[in-house]
């Protein structure tokens, strides 16, 4: 799947016995193009059903599909309740937004998990909401265009920190 600022496009493997998207694909699909559909499916089969989770780095730019926005809502696909976290309460939002028109449940929150109160808050907030946290989806992170050779210490620290450290904070 590629995302254009037209939408979602299919340019992988299809299933073999229907000639259909992968089940991935056609989540991605659905949301990108903005089908409404009740919340059930093959992924109701994962054993997430009634779970709850805090998916970090679930926004997205507009009505893009990032990997954080994909997880949240294919989890919400699969019965879990979720806290959808990202420093951009904004896109936060409009995932939970995404998640509620197909008949799920989600909260957005908005904080900074390379910051350890940020992080207390974002479980607390999960906690209160939802009474229990059962897992976490991790989907913050960032790369970095220098080389081995020419990375920059703060530019390597500030990865580690982000990719690395936000995991271990949360």
Sequence with gaps: VFFTRTGAHFAGKRSQENNRPSLFAQALLSSANKRKNKIQGPEDDAGLAGK?????????????????RAAA????????????????LVSAERTVEMIVAEGGTA????????????????IEAAVDRFDRLD????????????????????????????????????
């Design 52 to 68: 709850v989770a805090l998916i970090s780095g679930g926004g997205a730019a507009g009505d893009g599909i990032g990997n954080g």
């Design 73 to 88: 809502i294919l989890l919400a696909r699969a019965g879990t309740k979720g806290l959808v976290a990202d420093r951009d």
């Design 107 to 122: 909260a957005a929150f908005g904080g900074d998990v390379t910051d350890e109160a940020d992080c207390k808050r974002l």
């Design 135 to 170: 897992f976490l989806d991790n989907n913050v992170g960032i790369g970095s265009r220098g080389s081995v050779v020419d990375e920059k210490p703060e530019q390597y620290r500030r990865v580690m920190q982000i990719n690395v450290e936000s995991m271990f904070l949360l």
